[in-house]
């Protein structure tokens, strides 16, 4: 890889937060909506990914989750290249015709 070549990578959010109680679902809301804001797109119920172009931005979107953590609750990042992102498999039983395989649209950087 020379040294101008940018290296896309996944940023990858996995979360686990308490909803029994009012304030407990307002606030993983809020971080849902938070993901959702910073260029996240909800992969399943609790895990949201975003792909960032290059180490700085990945580390300036995990300092961004971490300073939107809810109180309770556990969250998990992890961070993958782009090629490793693009080999994962999507395996649905009989899902709504709504599940979509990748993004959306297409990301410009």
Not at 7 to 30: E, G, H, N, Y
Not at 42 to 65: E, I, T
Not at 83 to 104: D, N
């Amino acid at each position: 890889m020379e040294a101008d070549e940018v290296r896309f990578m996944w940023l990858m959010v996995f979360f686990d937060l308490p909803v029994k109680t009012k304030p407990q679902r307002r606030r993983a809301s809020q971080f849902r909506q938070f993901l959702k804001k910073d260029g996240y797109m909800m992969l399943q119920l609790s895990v949201y990914a975003r792909v960032c172009r290059g180490q700085d931005a990945v580390d300036k979107h995990v300092r961004r989750v971490r300073s939107s953590l809810p109180k309770e609750g556990s969250v998990r990042t992890l961070q993958v290249t782009d090629k490793q992102y693009g080999r994962m498999e999507l395996m649905l039983g009989t899902a709504p015709k709504t599940e979509q395989v990748g993004p959306s649209q297409m990301v410009l950087l």
